[in-house]
């Protein structure tokens, strides 16, 4: 006999199953594995038999193990099978309740269909299937999902308004073959995410762990979250790439020749009231000195005066020529000419050199001393150790500071009184006779003398002629001093100084200047004749003051007299007697050598 093929409801013994066309795939590999991406499964609905009232739930199919008759296809004008019936003969059949489904299960189940053609008798229940020449039952099939119907509650009474329709009206398997059961437990919820397939829930695009795909807004807004994450993450690796790449160039360099970095080429001008800017103009107008006499020689500094050639500088710088010595004159732009003395005068410390055959000269600016006041900027120009065009600066650190330089010679003749100007702007031995300037380039004093630590025992005043160093006390001669003077060198070669007319005594060690008892050559102390026999004075007066300024040496009264012109007019205070006096003396001239 032929293995009927299997149909829908049908449960077949094992032996009797179709087998694989080929093993099965170790892998779990669709058709033959669990389903995949691609297979969805849908659930295996379960369907619930609704009992007759007070009647025992009873099961739809027969029980698990028992094997169902095969029922084959009832084909145009053959008989039916007679239909068999489990129960003993004589059993009762329960009275048929209708079949209900689940509330769970709402979709509708596909239409019945008999395979009987129209006109065929359907044997009637409760036959028997051993009587000869009744045809066998239909295959018992599941009832059709069916809206659900109320219960009945008496199936004798109950009828329906129409007559059934035979193509519609399932087969009632006999009640006596399958006997109802109690209504299946609630398995446990499936661990597989593809159990949770429901093909009737709204729709919704499934991703492969089951779970619903994001939506658009969803997806832009994740979308962002790892663009700007990204962003940040590329942002942090560029910039620790970044800052090791930068810290190995700056340490190490690229490789190759060395090339340092360098600022471009800039404007030369500079502002006008600045050091640079004072240097550039007054450069021109200075000059450096080189004197060779028959014993000695030096370096120093001159000023131009004017465009006749005329040269300022200090009488201790030009003194080594002597009569017959060479003076060289070199400026600023490299040109270098021969020079001599016009005149000179030791007690002033000044000197004027005058050039030949030089063009084009530039006079410096004069300036105005007693204008400048303690703490004005001021800019020193000068050849120290024949350094030539050398610029300091500084500041004025002092006025009318009494100071004496030289006294070499025995009888004091090449002495030198200065009521200086003080600046700690550096000058060194080779700045005599440089220009001290102001802030506007103008000339306010002529630098004549420094006070150096190596100088003699420590003390007193020299000029620059020696070798010993600045320390920051600098003194030059005042420009309106030095102007008068320069002037009646040039005209006439000879300056003249005002005098008082007394003989001091500079031994005297006491505060004051003393008037001395006698004079040179046992001559008289004061001058007959002279300012000071005029004014009163005596041998053996002490100056105290001049003109309210205290008076602490003769030195200190020599560089206050010749801080005046003659015929200045002073007003001496002093002591005769112990008792103080004013006295009131214009001042005479003399020659100088």
């Known amino acids: ?86 129960a003993p003969p004589g059993t009762p059949a329960p009275p048929v309740a209708s079949v209900t489904t689940p509330a769970s299960f709402a979709p509708p189940a596909p239409p019945f269909t008999d395979t009987a053609p129209p006109g065929t008798l359907a044997p009637a229940l409760g036959a028997d299937a051993s009587a000869p020449g009744v045809s066998a039952p239909p295959v018992t099939t599941p009832a059709p999902l069916a809206p659900p119907a109320p219960p009945l509650s008496d199936t004798s009474t109950t009828a329906s308004p129409t007559p059934p329709d035979p193509a519609r009206t399932p087969v009632v398997p006999d009640q006596a073959s ?118 000695e020689s030096g370096t120093g500094t001159g000023i131009v005066l004017d465009t006749r050639g005329h040269i300022l500088t200090n009488n201790h710088v030009v003194e080594p020529a002597g009569g017959d010595g060479r003076i060289s004159v070199s400026f600023s732009g490299g040109q270098v000419v021969k020079g001599k003395v016009v005149g000179r005068d030791t007690g002033y410390d000044l000197a004027v050199v005058q050039v030949s055959g030089v063009r084009g000269l530039t006079p410096m600016p004069l300036g105005n001393s007693d204008n400048v006041r303690v703490g004005d900027p001021v800019v020193a120009i000068g050849a120290p150790f024949d350094l030539d065009n050398t610029v300091t600066s500084g500041i004025i650190s002092a006025k009318e500071r009494p100071i004496t330089a030289g006294g070499e010679a025995s009888d004091g003749s090449d002495v030198s009184y200065v009521d200086a100007l003080q600046t700690d702007a550096p000058i060194n031995p080779g700045n005599s006779g440089g220009p001290l300037l102001d802030a506007q380039g103008r000339l306010v004093g002529v630098n004549s003398a420094i006070r150096s630590a190596d100088y003699g025992d420590g003390g007193g005043d020299g000029d620059e002629s020696g070798q010993g160093g600045s320390i920051g006390l600098g003194f030059a001669i005042p420009v309106n001093q030095a102007k008068l003077v320069a002037e009646e060198l040039i005209n006439t070669g000879r300056a003249t100084h005002p005098v008082i007319g007394v003989t001091l005594d500079l031994d005297y060690a006491g505060d004051g200047a003393r008037v001395a008892s006698k004079g040179s050559g046992d001559g008289p102390a004061v001058t007959p004749g002279g300012p000071g026999a005029k004014a009163g004075l005596k041998a053996g007066d002490v100056v105290t003051q001049v003109d309210g300024v205290r008076v602490h040496s003769g030195d200190e009264l020599i560089v206050r007299t010749r801080a005046h012109r003659p015929g200045d007019q002073l007003r001496l205070t002093l002591r005769r007697g112990g008792k103080d006096m004013t006295l009131s003396l214009v001042l005479g001239s003399s020659t100088g050598d």
């Open 178 to 295: 399958a006997p109802y059961l109690d209504p299946a437990p609630t398995p446990p919820p499936p661990t597989n995410p593809w159990h949770r397939y429901d093909p009737w829930a709204t729709p919704a695009p499934l991703q492969q762990t089951g779970t619903p795909a994001l939506t658009p807004d969803q997806h832009r807004t994740r979308t962002r979250k790892l663009l700007a994450a990204s962003a940040l993450a590329l942002a942090l690796l560029s910039g620790g790439i970044g800052g090791v790449v930068g810290a190995h160039l700056e340490r190490d360099g690229i490789g190759g020749d060395v090339v340092l970095p360098q600022a471009g080429k800039e404007d030369a001008q500079r502002a006008p009231g600045s050091v640079a800017g004072i240097a550039a103009r007054a450069l021109p107008s200075v000059v450096t000195l080189h004197v060779t006499g028959d014993e």
């Open 1 to 86: 006999m032929p293995v009927p093929p299997t149909t829908p409801g049908a449960v077949l013994p094992p032996t009797d199953r179709p087998k694989p066309l080929h093993d099965p795939d170790p892998y779990s590999t669709p058709p033959y594995g669990e389903p995949g991406p691609w297979a969805l499964a849908p659930p295996v609905q379960h369907l619930a038999v609704t009992s007759a009232p007070g009647a025992a739930p009873q099961a739809h199919t027969a029980a698990p193990g028992t094997p169902v008759p095969y029922t084959a296809p009832v084909s145009p004008g053959t008989p039916a099978p007679p239909f068999t019936d489990t």
